[in-house]
């Protein structure tokens, strides 16, 4: 790709010299080109700190955060999402339900991919067919499970006729990033060497080195209009303490997941500031309701378990009445967190009135502890990442000590998200932590990911690794995602809601409230799903 610093060429002269004076690999990568925000010429360069980094620049291989919102900022979608998470028009300028299974799109005439090809129906049928048959993931297929069929009548018209009422495809296809149909066959290496990431969004990739920075320049011919950025330095620095000195410092403009304990020094400081927004994420624990004995539990003497007890729905209910939610959100998350009772607060779309947030009742959970057999308890570990949510470490301790409270010897193993991911989605603990941006603003979406029987081949359960299945919340969720009708699609998506909390399926912690940083002069969009976009970033 024209322009693109290979990787094995970011191994400088001023990046060693660093690293063997001592210089922490973050300031050897800002040193590099970084000095400040003005650029030769009189451009301008934003540089954002990021929580947590992405894991390939693939827009279809696995769907999380961070790498949904860093292909956002190369590749466009068909419909985009606007910060309230409402649809909106992307690559595709209206789209119209001609039946129950047959939608037109209508596409942008004019644009291009930064290689200079031009964009058509084609492209967007190659990179749906991507997204869902790509062998090596199933992440995206929960988007595209209900598409039958594809045709481009014309160049700038796409056809998709779905396998039955499919009344949120025009949400969905906002989740699918278009590649160039020239990269149909293209690896996920290829992505990340830079030769196959060309997309048509706001900025195009100059230089990658996967964890340690990515540097983005402004793509003139973006149809959404000009932006004020020249330059974008994305950074991953996962240390909370590193981010927020480096933000300090003057190496970044921006820094998102501020901790809560950190806020103090921002609103002491007139150089900076804090913007706040309430998100869609829900945090969670999931646990194994599938494996007859599970890993990471055992009795009180060490020795593995006969039964998995994660498969009583007593001992589910009991470490749910363990857990003071209040408390986490206010000790824990400072203020930033509103306790949660289903995947989204009530009243959002799908959401059931008849949820409450789980009591705190100890002496509750120790007698249904004994009811299921367990009066003596069992030693358990949690595991969880250290730096992906917001104090997610401190999050999987504080649960632990509660456990720890009720007679279930509870140890926490926390680990850095780039192992964390990999092995949660191989299903390999018996109870962690975990989290999902509701990105849809309604609960079918999150229903399908995370609660759904597990079924890669219809894009089922893709993220429920803690593999629960319920026939009737599948029953009621396959209805609902078949209803053309808003208010009986509603109604059975609260119904499948109410099935699996009051199953104990997983067991909502909170939603966050996402806090960023930024320097005096910064204006900041901030979304519901988090995501630290350059495009919403003035000043």
Same mark, same amino acid.
């Given at each position: 790709m024209p322009g693109l610093t290979p990787t094995r060429r970011w191994v400088t002269r001023a990046a060693l010299g660093a690293a063997l004076a001592g210089t922490s690999w973050l300031e050897a990568a800002l040193a590099q080109g970084s000095s400040g925000q003005a650029l030769p010429g009189g451009g301008k360069r934003l540089r954002i700190g990021m929580a947590a980094p992405n894991t390939t620049l693939d827009p279809h291989f696995q769907s999380n955060a961070p790498n949904n919102a860093v292909a956002s900022h190369i590749f466009d979608a068909l419909v985009t999402n606007d910060p309230a998470s409402r649809s909106m028009p992307g690559l595709a300028e209206s789209w119209t339900a001609e039946s129950d299974t047959r939608w037109v799109l209508k596409l942008r005439q004019g644009v291009r991919f930064t290689d200079g090809s031009p964009f058509t129906a084609e492209d967007a049928i190659v990179s749906l067919r991507r997204a869902n048959d790509l062998p090596s993931t199933a992440s995206f297929r929960t988007y595209t499970r209900s598409i039958k069929a594809m045709t481009a009548p014309a160049p700038h018209t796409l056809v998709i006729e779905t396998d039955g009422p499919d009344p949120l495809l025009p949400n969905s296809l906002s989740r699918i990033r278009i590649i160039r149909a020239a990269s149909r066959d293209a690896t996920t290496p290829q992505f990340n060497d830079g030769s196959a990431a060309i997309g048509t969004g706001p900025f195009l990739l100059k230089q990658y080195t996967p964890g340690n920075r990515i540097l983005l320049a402004r793509n003139p011919d973006w149809w959404g209009g000009p932006l004020p950025w020249d330059e974008v330095l994305l950074v991953p620095a996962t240390d909370d303490g590193g981010r927020l000195a480096s933000l300090l410092s003057g190496d970044f403009d921006i820094i998102e997941a501020v901790p809560s304990q950190s806020t103090g020094r921002i609103k002491e400081n007139p150089r900076f500031q804090l913007? *706040?927004?309430?998100?869609?994420?829900?945090?969670?624990?999931?646990?194994?309701?599938?494996?007859? #004995?599970?890993?990471?539990? @055992?009795?009180?003497?060490?020795?593995?378990?006969?039964?998995?007890?994660?498969?009583? #729905? *007593?001992?589910? !209910?009991?470490?749910?009445?363990?857990?003071?939610?209040?408390?986490?959100?206010?000790?824990?998350?400072?203020?930033?967190?509103?306790?949660?009772? !289903?995947?989204? &607060?009530?009243?959002?779309?799908?959401?059931?009135?008849?949820?409450?947030?789980?009591?705190?009742?100890?002496?509750?959970?120790?007698?249904?502890?004994?009811?299921?057999?367990?009066?003596?308890?069992?030693?358990? @570990?949690?595991?969880?990442?250290?730096? *992906?949510?917001?104090?997610?470490?401190?999050? #999987?301790?504080?649960?632990? !000590?509660?456990?720890? *409270?009720?007679?279930?010897? @509870? @140890?926490?193993?926390?680990? &850095?998200?780039s192992v964390y991911a990999a092995r949660s989605s191989r299903s390999e603990f018996s109870f962690n932590l975990g989290a999902w941006g509701v990105n849809t603003g309604e609960t079918s979406n999150p229903l399908k990911a995370l609660l759904a029987t597990r079924d890669a081949k219809a894009g089922m359960g893709a993220s429920n690794n803690g593999q629960y299945s319920n026939p009737e919340l599948d029953r009621r969720l396959q209805e609902a995602l078949r209803s053309m009708d808003d208010a009986a699609r509603n109604r059975l998506l609260a119904e499948a809601s109410e099935i699996a909390f009051r199953d104990f399926a997983i067991l909502p912690l909170h939603h966050e409230v996402s806090v960023w940083a930024a320097r005096q002069g910064i204006t900041y969009a901030t979304r519901a799903d988090q995501y630290t976009l350059a495009v919403g970033v003035g000043g």
């Open positions: 913007i *706040r927004g309430i998100s869609s994420r829900v945090v969670y624990l999931s646990m194994d309701q599938h494996r007859d #004995v599970t890993p990471f539990i @055992t009795d009180r003497a060490g020795k593995p378990l006969a039964k998995n007890p994660l498969k009583d #729905v *007593r001992v589910r !209910q009991a470490l749910s009445l363990a857990i003071s939610r209040q408390a986490i959100a206010d000790r824990v998350m400072e203020g930033d967190a509103v306790p949660a009772s !289903q995947l989204l &607060p009530k009243g959002a779309a799908g959401t059931s009135d008849a949820l409450d947030v789980p009591a705190y009742d100890p002496s509750r959970a120790k007698a249904l502890l004994a009811e299921a057999g367990y009066a003596e308890g069992f030693r358990m @570990t949690i595991h969880g990442p250290n730096d *992906r949510y917001i104090n997610d470490a401190k999050i #999987v301790q504080a649960v632990a !000590q509660m456990f720890t *409270r009720i007679g279930i010897e @509870t @140890t926490a193993d926390v680990m &850095p998200w």
